[in-house]
Every structure is written in structure tokens, then in C-alpha cells.
């Protein structure tokens, strides 16, 4: 399960799209830019939007959301749900909006995208995705936060990373609730999936990776699981160099 | 997927297995009692434990918190993961620890107890579950709570009940969040499987299932969601007859 990190491969994850307050990706809209106009050719070529983590919205409404919120950073996108599989090899870039990942991850495997979309990705096409869409670059889904609405044939992702994403993460917890922590959630995560490192990525932070180097960026951070170690708060920054 | 209550049925689910401050199960022994008492020839065999959520600690150490808690209620209680498949038919009843659902229907299925206990239970001998342990009485388990760290070859639990419950059931949310509310998350699944009522079970209230009567009893009650229609608060007592 553990891949060596393609240096090919360019990737933005953000933990949420929204910060309190603030407007759909406004938070990491710099972070966006920098990260999708230093790909030099993907401005010229559309961006692949993947609209399939939507379970309350239709495709076409998640498309077109996104599409108006990319026009205002000066990038064109079309919906893979409307597209052939050619699409992916045209794309200048992916984007996979976020949702619920068990619904992200079936219309992914069944519509025949998830293959197709990391091939493309181990050939250097940037892929930017928060939150279910982060989910996705990583070995599985199964750090993810979300209720498993619909069954996908495998909780198996697209595999790019050798470590488990939580977004959203946090520590806190309702008073008086007994329902488990997030903490609690992955510690059980590690007594089944112990060679796994789990990376809680805070609200508000990403991670960037690209010519092989993981970054931490922006937000309040992340906390680090390892099987049997204390986990470890990381500010952005922070060195990464153990994760791959 | 809407099965007829069986007359025979004899269950009952609790939402939780402790309530703030609370010893375990104490918040329901008088329930418990009254429930697994009444069965008449049920306290005579041991109760065979089901306690496979376990992940943080191991089937032996939960059996014997099990054994323990239900000696001092007066109930004689086995493992069933050191018991052979003979035990369903022998044992005087059934008891579903709460943990993490994924585990639980994973082993059920893994070991051959699904069948074999959802059979007995068609019996007519009494089921006790908490949490996960009440998940695992509806038609699938995909209005569980829990992280999917482990991947059950289905979704698919006993189907025992026509409609889903959510144990732990709460509208709270975490202030400055941007995680998805359990009423956000019920809405998705309705989306998806709009056949199907969720029962939202709130922490301290259970529910129970005797001579095709079902009651919601103890604690604050429930919320009860259909697909379409406005979700509804009840309060035990409260009429569940549009429920299968």
C-alpha cells in the first residue's frame, strides 16, 4: 500500500472549501492560483471538474457552481459527468469538489474516471480536491468522515499518496455526546490499518505536493497519527519528510 | 427492502451504552431488565455476546466487561467469538455491543453469525444491541456514524426492521465547523434511498420491538426523517405505527 511518491505528481488538498464566514474558496484562492498557474500549459487546456461527490445537488448544478467560482480566477472547466473518457487526456487539470467520498468514489470506479484520472495524474496533470476530493488521492477511503450513503464495489482510492487524508479534522467534540472523537475514530483506524499514517488535516489548511516535496500550508495546521506513537500537532510549514 | 415485522421479533435498541456520568447500561437495566425478564425462559440459557465492534480493545476483554455488567443483572453471557456455530440455537438470547459498526457486520459476516443469528432472532429470541448493535438490525448499515476502517464484503446487516436507525442521533453541531450536520447527512441518504424512514435515536432513549409492536421508550426520543417530508421529533410514547 505504500507507493513511492511519483515526483510527477502535482497535487492541492484543502481540508474544506469554506472557511466560516467566508466565501466559497476564498480562503485558499491564492494558494489555488499559485498552484494552478505555475502548471505553465493548464490555464490554456479546461480543467476536468469531477462533480460526483454531490449528493444533494445535481451534477450539472455542482458543474456550473464551479464553473463560475473558476471563471473568477481565470480558468475554464467542464464537467466530467457531461464528458467522454477522452476528457481526461484533453484536461489541463483535475478538480474533485467535495461532498460525500462514498458517493465520489462509486460514480468515480463505475463511470470508469478513477483509473483514467490517475494515469493522468502520474504523468504530471495537476489535481486540485478538498475535502471527499482529497479523500480520493489517498490509498482508501476509510479516514473518511462521511456516512456511507451508497456502496461503492471497493473503499480502494486512487492510491497516490502512502498515507491516509482526514479533513475536517478536529479534537473537539460535543459536550455531553458520547459519540467517539475524531482521535478515537483513527486510533481504531490504526489498530486494523496499522502501516498507514493518518495525516488530520484542520480546516482552513492544504497540503501541496509537487517535484516529489510535501508541503503543509496555510490554516492552523495538521495533527499526525502514527500506529502506537503520541500524535504530533503540525503547523504549516512543519516537516513532512517522514510522510510519502 | 421494506421486510413485514415478524410477530416473533423480540428486540431491543438502544441509541447509547452510557449517558454523561452514567455507569455503563445503567441509564437502561430497568428496560433491560424488563425486556430480557419477560422472555421467560430466557435468563435459564447464557445470553451469547456478539463482540465483534470491538477494535480498541480485544473480543475477550469486551466479553468479560459484558459478563460482569449482565452478572449483576443476573444473566449468565458467552462470547460468541470462542463459541462454535451451535451456540445460536442453544443460546437464551442475543447482545450487540456498541463499537464500530463496519467491525461488527464485518466479523458477523466473516464468521457466519448474520444469518445465524438473524434466523434465531426470526425465532423469536430476544436481541438486545446498543449503537452498532442496533445498526445491525436494519436493512443495511449505511446510516451508521462510525469510520470505515474496515471494509465488509456489504453493507447489507439483518434486515430485521424496514427502516434505518441513527443511533447517537443529535441536530448539534460543532460551533465554527464546517462538517456536514447529522441532518445533512440523513438528507443524503434519503437522496439516495428514498424507500427507506431513518430514525434518528437520541442518546438515552431506545427502541422496542415485542409482538409486532414497536415502542420508543426512554430519554429525550427520536427524529424521525422521510424522504420528502419534514422530519418529525417524537417522544417516547409517541405513535411509531407508520414504521415496519
Chains 1, 2 share one sequence.
Not at 516529489?212 to 510549514?237: C, H, T, V
Request: with cysteine; aromatic share 6%.
Amino acid at each position: 500500500m505504500h507507493q513511492r511518491i511519483g515526483h510527477r505528481l502535482r497535487l492541492l488538498l484543502l481540508s474544506n472549501s469554506r472557511n466560516p464566514g467566508g466565501g466559497w474558496l476564498d480562503h485558499a484562492e491564492g494558494e489555488i492560483r499559485d498552484f494552478l498557474g505555475a502548471a505553465g500549459a493548464t490555464p490554456r487546456a479546461p480543467l476536468l471538474f469531477l462533480p460526483f461527490a454531490a449528493v444533494s445537488m445535481s451534477f450539472d448544478a455542482y458543474t456550473a457552481m464551479a464553473r463560475q467560482r473558476f471563471a473568477k480566477m481565470g480558468y475554464a472547466l467542464v464537467g466530467a459527468h457531461r464528458a467522454g473518457p477522452a476528457a481526461a487526456r484533453a484536461a489541463g487539470g483535475f478538480v474533485a469538489g467535495g461532498g460525500n467520498t462514498f458517493r465520489l468514489l462509486h460514480e468515480m470506479r463505475r463511470r470508469g474516471w478513477l483509473e483514467r484520472v490517475a494515469r493522468e495524474l502520474r504523468r504530471g496533470r495537476p489535481y486540485l480536491g478538498w475535502s471527499a476530493g482529497a479523500n480520493l488521492a489517498c490509498p482508501t477511503i476509510r479516514t473518511t468522515n462521511d456516512m456511507p450513503v451508497i456502496e461503492p464495489a471497493s473503499l480502494a482510492a486512487m492510491g497516490l499518496l502512502g498515507f491516509q487524508l482526514n479533513p475536517h479534522y478536529t479534537e473537539r467534540t460535543l459536550p455531553r455526546h458520547g459519540g467517539e472523537s475524531r482521535d478515537q475514530r483513527i486510533a481504531e483506524f490504526h489498530v486494523l490499518n496499522p502501516r498507514l499514517p493518518v495525516l488530520g488535516l484542520r480546516e482552513g489548511s492544504l497540503l501541496r505536493l509537487e517535484g516529489g516535496r510535501l508541503e503543509l500550508r496555510l490554516g492552523p495546521g495538521a495533527r499526525l497519527f502514527r500506529a502506537g506513537r503520541k500524535p504530533r500537532d503540525l503547523k504549516p510549514g512543519a516537516s513532512l519528510a517522514g510522510l510519502r
